[in-house]
């Protein structure tokens, strides 16, 4: 720690619109490890070196420990000051569960305690009255019963990095580690050195206003200029941090992880393209993201008709939203990246965020029955369309109107409530996570923690020795989730299925 101490420099980064929009979320994922060959203590994953190559990677990651703070003009920043450091959580401890308890109870982390992922998935100082920081990054390694394995969580606020960012950070201290590993044991190699771009001066050039070409779905989750969003935006992060999670705690959840094997996904996308458009070409990830789409919407609509309106999220949506709630649509919020689109040179080491959502929204009658190949591929089309208009106009266009006003982020999540079927999809493939290999080799298991808000969907890659099939990590409602894996058509396609509450 005293060598990152000594290496801070003070600085000041305002944050893009970007990153305001899912600031009130941290990414945070679980990595586990096992200890196969049965190494000793000081052998397997040893506490010293993990901790000396996390502080050294923070070095290299020094707004992990700035303060997120609003200016009088509602403009967020990081302020990071050598004098009044935020620091990470870092924590090293052991239970007596061992790996292969673990495994059996499928990976349930219930089973580490209460206090081992305490930072979940909203950004918000520990307490409700205390005057707290909020940390911008916890890390907790987690030490099986008898040496067995070891489970690694990483959790970052989401208005740092983007999955991108978030990867580099992991995969850069596993590098460091391996590196001290090499020099405890005589090895000569120097470090090989990286470089990262933490500067939000890198995306300021796209922001054009210059042009017409975004979508009228998305245009109009961006005019939500009610009051309270201007006041939400202007509070405190820790108030906001608050209230955020007071809204997404207001009903009980879980995490759902599916697994599908490669061949069911294959018979799948075979099925759908027979009824695509002629010559539309649709990826696996368009069709697995409109399959998530009848479950999720179907699920939902059979608990609402079977509990009629709950009146607390009714409450919340009149308030936060435009009070026009938007029954007779679904709303497919995907996750695209901006790095593949954007000609500017070193986007694969820029850390901040590059996602956006393309909102899509889908009549509501198409996706409350049970999915047939036609339906299925009419909404992967949608999906098609909606990625491939993701152009340098429309990033243009997305980017000023994120970044035009101070509440801007706020008018955007304020609107997707006007939706009260609708589901957020991101898939993390291209992250490589079980590339994070620490020296002690790649992990058994990589899953992510609970996300933030309900309907909440990640695809997943899996073990490379389990071949291509996928993982569909979805954090739900417990009601949802009992509609969900009563869904016939959809546990027919799943292989396996595991939870975490």
């Given at each position: 720690?005293?060598d990152?101490i000594?290496?801070?420099?003070?600085?000041?980064?305002?944050?893009?619109?970007?990153d305001?929009?899912?600031?009130?979320?941290?990414?945070?994922?679980?990595y586990?490890?096992?200890n196969?060959?049965?190494r000793?203590?000081?052998?397997f994953m040893?506490?010293?070196t993990l901790?000396?190559a996390?502080?050294?990677t923070l070095?290299?990651?020094?707004?992990?420990?700035?303060?997120?703070?609003?200016?009088?003009?509602?403009?967020?920043?990081?302020?990071v000051s050598?004098?009044?450091?935020?620091l990470?959580?870092?924590?090293?401890?052991?239970?007596?569960?061992?790996?292969?308890?673990?495994?059996?109870?499928?990976?349930?982390t219930?089973l580490?305690?209460?206090?081992?992922d305490?930072?979940?998935?909203?950004?918000?100082?520990a307490?409700?009255?205390?005057?707290?920081k909020?940390?911008?990054?916890?890390?907790h390694?987690?030490r099986?019963?008898?040496?067995?394995?070891?489970?690694?969580?990483?959790?970052?606020?989401?208005?740092?990095?983007?999955?991108?960012?978030y990867?580099?950070?992991?995969k850069?201290?596993?590098?460091?580690?391996?590196?001290?590993?090499?020099?405890?044991?005589?090895?000569?190699?120097?470090?090989?050195?990286?470089?990262?771009?933490?500067?939000?001066?890198f995306?300021?050039?796209f922001?054009n206003?210059e042009?017409d070409?975004?979508?009228?779905?998305?245009?109009n989750s961006?005019?939500n200029?009610?009051t309270?969003s201007k006041?939400?935006a202007?509070?405190?992060?820790e108030?906001?941090?608050?209230i955020?999670?007071a809204?997404v705690?207001i009903?009980?959840?879980?995490?759902?992880?599916?697994?599908?094997?490669?061949?069911?996904?294959?018979k799948l996308?075979?099925?759908?393209?027979?009824?695509a458009?002629?010559?539309?070409?649709l990826?696996?990830n368009?069709?697995l993201?409109?399959?998530?789409?009848?479950?999720i919407v179907?699920?939902?609509?059979?608990?609402?008709?079977?509990?009629?309106?709950?009146?607390?999220p009714?409450?919340?949506?009149?308030?936060?939203g435009?009070?026009?709630?938007?029954?007779?649509?679904?709303?497919?919020s995907?996750?695209?990246?901006?790095r593949?689109?954007?000609?500017?040179?070193?986007?694969?080491?820029?850390?901040?965020?590059?996602?956006?959502?393309?909102?899509?929204?889908v009549?509501l009658?198409?996706?409350?029955?049970?999915?047939?190949?036609?339906?299925?591929?009419?909404?992967s089309?949608?999906?098609?369309?909606?990625?491939n208009?993701?152009?340098a106009?429309?990033?243009?266009?997305?980017?000023?109107?994120a970044?035009?006003?101070p509440?801007?982020?706020?008018q955007?999540?304020?609107?997707?409530?006007?939706?009260?079927?609708?589901l957020?999809v991101?898939?993390?493939?291209?992250?490589n996570?079980y590339?994070?290999?620490?020296?002690?080799d790649?992990?058994?298991?990589?899953?992510?923690?609970?996300?933030?808000?309900p309907?909440?969907?990640?695809?997943?890659?899996?073990?490379?020795?389990a071949?291509?099939?996928y993982?569909?990590a979805?954090?739900?409602?417990?009601?949802?989730?009992?509609?969900?894996?009563?869904?016939?058509?959809?546990m027919g396609?799943v292989?396996?299925?595991?939870?975490?509450?």
């Open positions: 720690m005293d990152f000594k290496t801070v420099k003070p600085q000041k980064m305002y944050l893009d619109g970007l305001k929009i899912i600031s009130g979320a941290n990414i945070a994922f679980y586990w490890y096992e196969k060959e049965r000793p203590w000081n052998a040893p506490a010293a901790e000396q996390f502080y050294k070095c290299e990651f020094p707004l992990f420990a700035g303060t997120l703070t609003t200016d009088s003009n509602g403009m967020v920043y990081v302020q050598k004098d009044n450091l935020n990470p959580v870092y924590t090293d401890s052991a239970c007596d569960v061992d790996f292969g308890t673990i495994r059996d109870d499928g990976f349930n219930k580490l305690g209460r206090d081992f305490h930072a979940r998935n909203v950004p918000a100082p307490g409700i009255f205390s005057g707290r909020i940390k911008l990054a916890e890390t390694v987690m099986l019963g008898g040496n067995s394995g070891v489970c690694v969580f990483v959790s970052v606020a989401h208005c740092l990095v983007d999955g991108q960012g990867s580099l950070f992991v850069r201290w596993a590098e460091i580690n391996r590196w001290l590993l090499a020099c405890n044991k005589g090895g000569s190699e120097p470090l090989p050195e990286r470089q990262y771009i933490h500067d939000r001066l995306l300021s050039e922001w206003a042009t070409r975004i979508d009228p779905v998305t245009a961006m005019e200029n009610s309270i006041w939400i202007w509070l405190s992060p108030t906001r941090g608050r955020i999670k809204m705690s009903n009980k959840r879980i995490n759902c992880y599916f697994y599908i094997s490669q061949d069911k996904v294959s996308c075979s099925d759908i393209k027979e009824n458009t002629k010559g539309q070409r990826s696996t368009d069709i993201t409109a399959t998530t789409a009848f479950l179907k699920s939902m609509r059979i608990v609402d008709i079977e509990a009629q309106a709950k009146p607390i009714t409450i919340m949506r009149y308030i936060f435009k009070r026009t709630e938007k029954q007779q649509e679904a709303l497919v995907v996750g695209v990246s901006l593949p689109r954007v000609t500017q040179p070193d986007v694969l080491e820029y850390t901040g965020n590059m996602m956006i959502a393309r909102l899509i929204t009549p009658e198409l996706v409350v029955v049970d999915p047939v190949p036609s339906a299925l591929a009419k909404v089309g949608y999906i098609r369309n909606a990625v208009n993701t152009d106009e429309f990033i243009c266009q997305f980017g000023h109107l970044n035009r006003k509440d801007s982020y706020m955007i999540l304020l609107g997707l409530l006007e939706y009260k079927y609708n957020m991101s898939n993390q493939a291209l992250f996570h590339d994070v290999d620490f020296g002690m790649i992990p058994v298991l990589v899953r992510p923690a609970f996300l933030t808000f309907n909440s969907i990640l695809i997943m890659p899996c073990h490379p020795d071949g291509k099939g993982e569909i979805m954090t739900l409602t417990t009601e949802v989730a009992a509609k969900a894996i009563q869904d016939e058509h959809w396609l292989d396996r299925c595991d939870y975490d509450v």
